[in-house]
């Protein structure tokens, strides 16, 4: 069974950073991207980026770049997105997602169970 | 503002059929497939369309997608209350070189 497992909830102050992990499993880790999308309260989803797990190589959204870091551990099959400079308009819901294709992007197939993540000082 | 856009809020009775628009421009939907996703409260979204129209297994043949030109729609027939949710389209973006959502349509089942 291809599972997404994410950290739990975080609350963070203003400036701070958060660190929000992903793990798979019930397949290669290394064949999906893994993407980030995160939803606001009350609002739509948005797209961060991606990762190429066998790489390690990025695609930020331009509205991220600069404040998002997307990194890989293959020993663990663990993906990780690091938001810093947290503003409370952070304030959302992040889900990983495993891509549809292997080694390229096609889909949002199979989602993590979202993390809440709250910026509040 | 998203770059996709659809409709806030949509309706239907049960067993009716209704659709979902998506409208894109030259760099979204005009040149690259459209996906749909839907999201209940409480839980991660699920992919209902990928590449314009193509149903992943498990997803109801009740649940179809089509595109022309930079617009796109869904179209969920026989509808039911567990459909009860919001939608969202999707499309990769040549301009942003990335993936953008449409604001998301909430469907209500009276």
């Known amino acids: 069974q291809v599972l997404l497992v994410q950290s739990g909830a975080e609350v963070k102050k203003p400036g701070a950073s958060v660190k929000v992990s992903c793990k798979a499993s019930?397949?290669?880790?290394?064949?999906?991207?893994i993407h980030w999308v995160r939803q606001a309260p009350g609002q739509g989803l948005e797209w961060m980026g991606w990762?190429?797990?066998?790489?390690?190589?990025?695609n930020y959204a331009q509205k991220f770049r600069g404040s998002v870091t997307m990194t890989r551990d293959t020993s663990t099959s663990t993906a990780y997105m690091e938001l810093s400079r947290l503003r409370s308009d952070d304030t959302a819901v992040f889900y990983c997602v495993r891509d549809r294709i292997v080694g390229a992007s096609d889909a949002f197939e199979i989602w993590g169970q979202g993390t809440m993540v709250t910026v509040s000082s | 503002q998203s770059v996709l856009t659809q409709p806030p809020s949509a309706s239907g009775t049960p067993g009716q059929r209704v659709t979902i628009s998506c409208s894109g421009s030259s760099s979204t939907i005009g040149t690259n497939y459209v996906y749909w996703y839907q999201h209940l409260p409480g839980t991660a979204p699920k992919l209902l369309i990928y590449?314009?129209?193509q149903r992943p297994s498990g997803v109801p043949d009740r649940f179809s997608g089509s595109k022309s030109g930079t617009s796109a729609s869904l179209a969920i027939s026989g509808l039911r209350s567990e459909d009860e949710a919001d939608y969202y389209c999707?499309?990769?973006?040549?301009?942003?070189?990335?993936?953008?959502f449409g604001g998301g349509t909430k469907l209500t089942v009276l």
């Open positions: 019930g397949y290669t880790f290394t064949g999906y991207y």
């Open positions: 999707a499309a990769w973006d040549d301009s942003l070189s990335g993936w953008v």
């Open positions: 590449r314009s129209n």
């Open positions: 990762i190429n797990p066998n790489s390690g190589g990025t």
